[in-house]
């Protein structure tokens, strides 16, 4: 059973090029990731974690700014360019 889902922005071989811990919207797969937890119809908790040494408040905004942005997407809004 799966009891919360924890999100952060996806790459492949992230861990190779120094992106393995991304903000959420700036990972090439987070779009495609998050149409899967939808379509899966998980309605449970998800969380966002700050596995860095930077900031927790700025990085939990900057994760938060990138899931709108990338929720907006999904929805087929006109998202406008990501947040920076």
Request: charged share 25%; proline share 6%.
């Amino acid at each position: 059973h799966l009891l919360a889902l924890n999100l952060n922005g996806m790459t492949p071989r992230g861990d190779e090029q120094g992106k393995k811990i991304l903000p959420i919207g700036t990972g090439e797969r987070d779009l495609q990731l998050l149409r899967v937890v939808r379509d899966s119809g998980y309605d449970g908790p998800i969380g966002i974690l700050n596995h860095t040494d930077l900031d927790a408040r700025a990085r939990l905004a900057d994760n938060l700014l990138g899931l709108d942005w990338l929720l907006a997407k999904l929805r087929g809004e006109a998202a406008g360019p990501l947040p920076k």
